[in-house]
C-alpha cells in the first residue's frame, strides 16, 4: 500500500494529541507554549518529509529532476544532445559571373542570420542555389522554402536579397522527455550487436535527428537502411552524412548501411467551408497552422485520414460545417523495398 506521509497540520495536531495524552492538564490552546513549539516543530518536519520524498523520485529516472536524469542517462553513455544548427541552400541573384563569396550573410526579417559555407559564381541564368547554415543552433533556424533574406552587405553586382531553397536540421537542446525517451530505450532494449533497435539508437545519438526508421536486408542480405527525421523538413546532405559517419564508427563490419531522408508524398487538400461569425480569410490563416501543425507531426508511413482533417477545420471557431472535397480517401504513404514516404501539406485551397 502507498506510504501516506502526513502534513504540516496533521503532525503539528498529533505533536499536541501526545502532549495531552502524557500530561492531561497541559495546555494546548492556540497561543499556548506548546502550541508554538508544535508550530516550528511540525514545519521542520514537513520538509523532512519532502526532502524524502524529493530523493524517492530522484531514485527512478522518469521522476528524476534534469540533473539526476543525466546522471541515471551517463550510466548507460547516453548524453543530452546539444543544439544543431539547420543547414540547407540558399538562392542568390545577380549578374552572371559574380562572385558570392563563403560567410556572405542573410538576415530574414525576425533577425535570424545565415551564412553561406561555400564560395560560388553567379550563373548564366542570372541565379546560383548555394549551401548556407544558421548562425545560431536552435529548432528557429528552420524555414520554409520561398523566405526572403536580406544581405547584410551584398558583393558586388548581387542583389540585395535571397531566398531560401531549404533550410532544416535545426534542433533546439535536447528536452528531458527526448532524453528520457532514448534512455527508456537503452534500458528495455539493451544493445544487441547490431540488432534493428541499435541502428534506431545510434541515428537518434546525432544531434538534429527527431526520429529513425530501420529497415534491414532491404537491398541485400547484410544491407540496413536508415530512414532519419529532422524538425523542419528532409534532412540536409550533410545531416545524412553525420549520421552515416556515426553508425559507421560503431556499426558491425558485416553490415552494410545506406542513411537516406524519406520521400514526401504531397498531400493537396481542398475543402468548401461554411462559416459562421468569423470572415474567410481569418479561418484560412488559422486552418492553415493547424494542417501545417498536423502534417509536421506525422512521421514516415503515418496515414493521412480524412477524418482527422475534418475534425481539425470543424474546431476552428466560426467553421460550421466542412465538405472536404481533397483528399477523397485516407493517404496512405508507401513503405516497402523502394518507398519510406512522409506525408507532406501541399497546397490548402479552401472556399
Known sequence: MPNITPDYRQIRAAILRDIANMQSSASIGADSDFAIRANATGAAIEGLYQHQQ??????????????????????YGIYRKAASIASG????????????PIGTEGKLNSGIAFVTTVSALIGAGGTVDIPAKAIVAGLAGNQIAGATLNLSAAPASVQSQASIISMTGGADIESDTDLLVRLLIRIRLPPAGGAVHDYAA?????????????????????????????????????????VYAHIESVRPVCAGVL?????????????????????????????NSVMQAYFNGLHVGDVVR?????????????????????????????????????ASLGTVTLT
Open 306 to 342: 480524412r477524418v482527422k482533417i475534418e475534425s481539425l477545420i470543424t474546431g476552428i471557431a466560426g467553421v460550421i460545417d466542412v465538405n472536404l472535397t481533397s483528399p477523397a480517401a485516407n493517404v496512405v504513404p508507401l513503405v516497402d523495398a523502394v518507398h519510406s514516404q512522409i
Open 54 to 75: 524529493w530523493i524517492v523520485r530522484q531514485i527512478f529516472p522518469d521522476t528524476a529532476d534534469s540533473d539526476y536524469l543525466e546522471r541515471h542517462a551517463s550510466r
Open 202 to 242: 545510434w541515428a537518434l545519438e546525432v544531434p538534429g535527428v527527431t526520429d529513425a526508421y530501420i529497415y534491414p536486408q532491404r537491398r541485400s542480405v547484410n544491407s540496413v537502411d536508415v530512414v532519419i527525421e529532422v524538425a523542419g523538413g528532409l534532412p540536409s546532405a550533410q545531416m545524412i552524412a553525420d
Open 89 to 100: 541552400v540558399v538562392r542568390m541573384t545577380g549578374t552572371a559571373g559574380s562572385a558570392v
Open 259 to 287: 542513411v537516406m531522408a524519406p520521400q514526401l508524398l504531397v498531400v493537396d487538400i481542398a475543402a468548401v467551408l461554411t462559416l459562421s461569425g468569423t470572415t474567410q480569410a481569418l479561418a484560412t490563416a488559422q486552418i
